[in-house]
T-cell receptor, first 115, second 115 residues
Framework: DADVTQTPRNRITKTGKRIMLECSQTKGHDRMYWYRQDPGLGLRLIYYSFDVKDINKGEISDGYSVSRQAQAKFSLSLESAIPNQTALYFC??????????????FGEGSRLTVL | AQSVTQLDSQVPVFEEAPVELRCNYSSSVSVYLFWYVQYPNQGLQLLLKYLSGSTLVESINGFEAEFNKSQTSFHLRKPSVHISDTAEYFCAVSDKGTGGFKTIFGAGTRLFVKA
């Protein structure tokens, strides 16, 4: 089983619908992240969480919200999806309880299409 | 602010030929440097990383990268590529002073290995 699991892997929805992408990890890491990947733009950080009570905006948080339900679970919501949110979304984790290096461990991605 | 520039968006190469994927970064602080690889329909996975010490780092599948502080570069090389190396490669940096937090990614380089 994957250490970082994302559901759903693929989703097609319509403009204005609410969408939730879920992420769970078995690595025991404290930090979790949501990234968005667009062709030619690399990965951009949407939200990150240091622990259950600490959630922070990334560089492109507008139109998104998150919830850290537990150490191992971090979900991303689009309250009212729009077509320019069509992208590949990645959840990632990292461990900063020791000597943090920023090494990230990724899920397999959730491809979202907003029509 | 940190930034990462990958100088080539696509690199086509014949099997068994050498390849170099270029990466330059800008940062006012000390950084950790990474190369991640994304195979088709998969998430990103760490290929190699520079944290400190020897400026030449190697991966288990024959890639190497050299940290050049004066040129602020971290180019990725392989002397002989295989078809299976076809993937997208991302260069990334994170700030050492924050324990490697907040990774910044380049836009990616697509490597096509042709038979």
């Amino acid at each position: 089983d994957a250490d970082v699991t994302q559901t759903p892997r693929n989703r097609i929805t319509k403009t204005g619908k609410r969408i939730m992408l879920e992420c769970s990890q078995t690595k025991g890491h404290d930090r979790m992240y949501w990234y968005r990947q667009d062709p030619g733009l690399g990965l951009r950080l949407i939200y990150y969480s240091f622990d259950v009570k600490d959630i922070n905006k990334g560089e492109i948080s507008d139109g998104y919200s998150v919830s850290r339900q537990a150490q191992a679970k971090f979900s991303l919501s689009l309250e009212s999806a729009i077509p320019n949110q069509t992208a590949l979304y990645f959840c990632a984790t990292s461990d900063h309880r020791g000597l943090g290096t920023g090494e990230l461990f990724f899920g397999e991605g959730s491809r979202l299409t907003v029509l | 602010a940190q930034s990462v520039t990958q100088l080539d968006s696509q690199v086509p190469v014949f099997e068994e030929a050498p390849v170099e994927l270029r990466c330059n970064y800008s940062s006012s602080v000390s950084v950790y440097l990474f190369w991640y690889v994304q195979y088709p329909n998969q998430g990103l996975q760490l290929l190699l990383k520079y944290l400190s010490g020897s400026t030449l780092v190697e991966s288990i599948n024959g890639f190497e990268a050299e940290f050049n502080k004066s040129q602020t570069s971290f180019h990725l090389r392989k002397p002989s590529v295989h078809i299976s190396d076809t993937a997208e490669y991302f260069c990334a940096v994170s700030d050492k002073g924050t324990g490697g937090f907040k990774t910044i990614f380049g836009a990616g380089t697509r490597l096509f290995v042709k038979a």
